[in-house]
Structure formats: C-alpha cells, structure tokens
C-alpha cells in the first residue's frame, strides 16, 4: 500500500502562484508515475501533468508554461508549481500514483483546495 498526502492548497489573487507537495509513503518501490489530477465542482477529474520516475514529465494543455511538475526522491515527495493561476484553476487537486507495469491510479491523496479569485 502507498500513502498519499496533499498540502499547499489555498487562497490566491489571479496571476499568484501556489506549490503543492505531495508526499508519499509505504511500498513506494513499487510506484513508477505520480500525478496531480484536478476537479472543479460540476467537472469530471481531469489530469494536470504527471512524472515519471526516470524524470520524463507530461502536462495538459491548460497549464503548460504555467505550472511545473518536480519530485525529490530523497524525500518520496512530488510537487506542483503552480504560476500565472486563473480563477478557471480553481477546484480540488489530487495527488496520484501509478504502480509499475500498469496504466491505472491505484493511490490518490485525499485532496486540497485551490482558489483562485479574479
């Protein structure tokens, strides 16, 4: 089992900027992606970026050049940076995990909120 746990979430002004970490724990080994998903309320779940371990990285089209994803394995922890935020960023964000050799999710945090005010 692999323990998700979100924070960074907030109260920001349009043009702001939030990080968001997510650390990890348990059979971290077995994880090969970690990801940041998002959903606004009335929206389905919807993939933000997502890293692999080697490093390799893939974002959404609604927040390239905006946001960035990193992780230190040192510290089993994944962040998001989060520039330039639009009110239409506003919505619960999750963190997620991938174990190797499958494309399912199968570890989400319990999520944090993000606010964005215009």
């Known amino acids: 089992q692999v323990q998700l746990v979100e924070s960074g979430g907030g109260l920001v002004q349009a043009g702001g900027s939030l990080r968001l970490s997510c650390a990890a724990s348990?059979?971290?080994?077995?994880?090969?992606?970690m990801g940041w998903y998002r959903q606004a309320p009335g929206n389905q779940r919807e993939l933000v970026a997502y890293?692999?371990?080697?490093?390799?990285?893939n974002y959404a089209d609604f927040v390239k050049g905006r946001f960035t994803i990193s992780r230190d394995n040192a510290k089993n922890t994944v962040y998001l940076q989060m520039n330039n935020l639009k009110p239409e960023d506003t919505a619960v964000y999750y963190c997620?995990?991938?174990?190797?050799?499958?494309?399912?999710?199968?570890?989400w945090g319990q999520g944090t909120q993000v606010t964005v005010s215009s």
């Open positions: 890293i692999v371990t080697g490093g390799s990285t």
């Open positions: 997620a995990a991938r174990s190797r050799g499958t494309s399912r999710w199968d570890y």
């Open positions: 348990g059979s971290i080994f077995s994880i090969n992606v």
